[in-house]
Every structure is written in structure tokens, then in C-alpha cells.
């Protein structure tokens, strides 16, 4: 049981690799009660809690699905999103999701994703995809960069990122920490400034885009992260890297986020029933 700060009216806590298994009755579910065509569950037997969870998503007048960090750091995530999609379709209701930090929503909005161009652009086609953070450690690359990111204790795959690191030829870490795990793999370490002592911007949790300044300055020598990728980039002569100051990045990201129409400034969850599936 968890002491929950919000009416519950249906709580079924299961393991993790029971996720798949339980969301496809509750699929079922939804689509007997409908009416619908379930050929395509037919080895799945519904009932009790899973049968009771459709109910309440199918009675309730107001509803949303909300995934959390428990199914997207999940072995079988695309198909946990693919059932949850499909439910909510079914409930004709929003599918969200509680991010792990405001780097996680603003990386996908601007194209930080294996699926996206650098016009941030689907690709549609999957041969043409980059890796996945975890995809790049099933593979024997030669060289990986991390950016304020330890791997030893910031990664869910610990072994197997440790495994690959010590086949790599080349690791760089930009970071304004020099931890053991840094230390013991990096080839290169780039120190780097801390959040504080830097302006910048984020998506919070309710879609609005907000700006912050830096509060303390940086020791002498030490740059943003957004200045040291500014300067290899004009070493490197990329095309891109024509930025004068953090303002000019700033404004950019503001009017293509606008534009996009991510923005979503309403806060009103009024007595919307939470079905929560984490």
C-alpha cells in the first residue's frame, strides 16, 4: 500500500515484469466492454483486477494515463507504449508521462532522439535511426562521450556500460565533477560549469518554457558546456555554430518551442480520477 496525497479508487501494484501481461487484459478489457474485436488477445483470460481497472477508466469522465520512470527505463518499452497508446485511444483521453528532469522533455522536443534529423525531422526510415542511449552500449564502439554523466553511478546498465567502456579506445567527459568513475575511464576530461553558475532554460512539468540566470560565477578557466560546444564547433568549421551568446540560443529554442505549439499553460486538474500506471 502507498499513502497516496490523492483519492485512489483502484490500486493494483504489480512487478515490472508483470507490466506487459497486465495492460494487454486491461487492453482486452476496454475492447469486450466496447465491443470491439479482441481475436487478437484471445490466449489472454481477463478478469478480477484488470477487468475492475477497465471499468473505472471506462466510467470515469474525466481520465489520463500517466507513465513514469519505472516503464521508461523498462526492457519492454515500446511495447508497454504501444499498449498504453492504445488504450487511451480507446478511452479517447491523454497519454503522459512523468519525466525523470526537464533534460529528459527538453531533449525530445528539440530532436535529442535517434529518430529525429538535425532539421528535427522524423526519419521514416528505421534503418536510417541513431542509438539509444542503451542501444549504444549493445555495440562495440570506439569511442563515447558523456556529458554530466558518471557512468559507474548514473546509468541503469551499470555492467554492461562497464563492459564497453573498457573496449573503447576514446572517452570523453565534459563535467564539472571529477569523480573515481570519471577518472578511472575517461581519456579526456573537459571541466565544465555547474547549473548555478550558468543561465539557461527548461520545460517544466507543466509544458511552459522558463528561463533562469546564472546566481554564482565559475572558477577562472572553466566555461559552460554551451560555450565549449560553440568553440569545437568553430574549430571543427560546422556550419551551425554561429551563436554570439547564450541569449541568441535561448531565443531560438523559445520561438521553435512556441512554434511547435508545446506550450501548455493550463494547471487546472479540477477532479480528474488519476489512473496512474507506473
Known amino acids: 500500500k502507498f499513502n497516496f496525497p490523492f483519492f485512489v479508487q483502484s490500486n493494483l501494484v504489480i512487478n515490472s515484469n508483470e507490466f506487459v501481461l497486465s495492460l494487454a487484459k486491461i487492453l482486452k478489457s476496454i475492447l469486450n466492454l466496447k465491443g470491439l474485436d479482441t481475436s487478437c488477445f484471445k490466449d489472454f483470460v481477463v478478469g478480477g483486477e484488470e ?5 473505472i477508466l471506462l466510467n470515469s469522465e474525466r481520465k489520463e494515463l500517466i507513465l513514469g520512470e519505472a516503464v521508461l527505463a523498462h526492457k519492454d518499452f515500446s511495447l508497454i507504449y ?9 478511452l479517447e483521453t491523454k497519454l503522459s508521462f512523468l519525466l525523470p528532469g526537464s533534460n529528459f522533455l527538453g531533449g525530445w522536443v528539440f530532436g535529442c532522439i535517434p529518430s529525429k534529423t538535425k532539421d528535427l525531422q522524423f526519419l521514416s526510415n528505421e534503418r536510417e535511426y541513431g542509438y539509444s542511449a542503451y542501444e549504444m552500449f549493445q555495440h562495440n564502439l570506439s569511442t563515447y562521450i558523456f556529458v ?6 548514473d546509468l541503469l546498465y551499470d555492467k554492461l556500460v562497464m563492459s564497453k567502456l573498457k573496449c573503447a579506445s576514446t572517452i570523453i567527459s565534459f563535467t564539472p565533477y571529477f569523480t573515481k568513475g570519471i577518472e578511472d575511464y575517461s581519456t579526456v576530461v573537459v571541466p565544465t560549469t555547474v547549473s548555478y553558475e550558468s543561465g539557461g532554460s527548461f520545460i517544466n512539468c507543466i509544458g511552459l518554457f522558463q528561463e533562469f540566470k546564472k546566481t554564482i560565477s565559475a572558477p577562472d578557466g572553466v566555461l559552460p558546456l554551451w560555450k565549449i560546444f560553440l568553440t569545437l564547433g568553430a574549430i571543427l568549421k560546422m556550419s551551425d555554430f554561429f551563436y554570439t551568446s547564450l541569449d541568441d540560443i535561448t531565443e531560438e529554442c523559445k520561438t521553435f518551442f512556441l512554434k511547435q505549439g508545446h506550450c501548455d499553460t493550463s494547471t487546472d486538474v479540477g477532479d480528474l480520477q488519476f489512473q496512474l500506471i507506473v
Open 51 to 55: 477487468l475492475a481497472t477497465a471499468k
Open 82 to 90: 504501444k499498449l498504453c497508446f492504445n488504450i487511451a485511444d480507446l
Open 148 to 153: 554530466n554523466t558518471d557512468p559507474t553511478i
